[in-house]
């Protein structure tokens, strides 16, 4: 379903990323992993259309999104979460998970001004799909409280019902437990597993390798904007060059 074919990325000096290969298949579960500063996060942000590479392609669905803005990125299939939470803080729970939707409706400004029957069918089935999201999620009791007010996992939750709102076919999550607790990772990790059960595929950047084992199927590691392996997370596990990346080059004369 993605395709990534040698994308590199600059910052003047600084080589982000570096002739990265990389297949994301349909319907599963795909891990990024690596030290903290490996371009994971440059990576995602290229797939989505937030930054754009010097080189190389980004294949979607054989479409390549190279060059597209993030509005496009969204239209073709492709959702996200940020490893910093963005909600509309002071739009509440269902409003950021209407305005997720904004570009399912066909409606126009003057169907939406006049009520015409066109806009309030779409907007009964934008609302009960928003509702639908939010029993997913468990935050019903959260739909009318303002987004900013809500405990931290339930934020995180809801930037994550608010990725599905646009209607997807890949799903980027940008380190989507930071911050939690093992029960809510672990909850969350059931979620991820039940979206792919469903047909959805999923992209995950993630540092906790309780969530990555629970849910990947393989697993891509990123070191200095290089992929140093892949495989599945056993294989990944055991690895001597992803063991060196996290902890280094064992001394030989150290006890």
Do not use: W
């Not at 047909?199 to 993630?206: F, P, R």
């Amino acid at each position: 379903m993605l395709e990534l074919k040698n994308v590199s990325r600059n910052f003047g000096g600084l080589q982000a990323l570096s002739n990265v290969n990389m297949v994301v298949p349909k319907g599963r579960v795909v891990g990024l992993i690596g030290p903290n500063g490996a371009g994971k996060t440059t990576l995602i942000n290229n797939i989505s259309g937030l930054d754009h590479p010097n080189s190389g392609a980004i294949l979607f669905e054989g479409v390549d999104l190279c060059k597209a803005p993030p509005h496009v990125v969204t239209r073709a299939g492709i959702a996200r979460t940020y490893q910093n939470i963005r909600l509309f803080g002071e739009m509440t729970v269902l409003e950021n998970l209407l305005i997720g939707q904004h570009g399912r409706g066909r409606a126009t400004v003057f169907e939406a001004l006049a009520y015409l029957p066109r806009y309030r069918r779409e907007e009964a089935a934008l609302r009960e799909r928003a509702r639908t999201l939010l029993e997913r999620f468990q935050l019903e009791r959260f739909a009318h409280m303002r987004a900013s007010a809500l405990p931290y996992g339930d934020q995180r939750r809801l930037e994550m019902a608010r990725a599905l709102a646009t209607g997807p076919k890949l799903l980027l999550l940008d380190e989507p437990t930071a911050g939690m607790n093992p029960a809510e990772t672990s909850a969350l990790g059931e979620q991820v597993l039940r979206l792919r059960d469903e047909g959805m595929t999923i992209l995950v950047i993630e540092h906790d390798m309780s969530l990555i084992r629970q849910v990947c199927d393989e697993i891509y590691v990123l070191n200095f904007g290089q992929i140093i392996a892949h495989g599945d997370p056993d294989e990944i596990s055991h690895n001597p060059l992803v063991i060196e990346a996290y902890l280094g080059e064992e001394d030989d004369g150290a006890a």
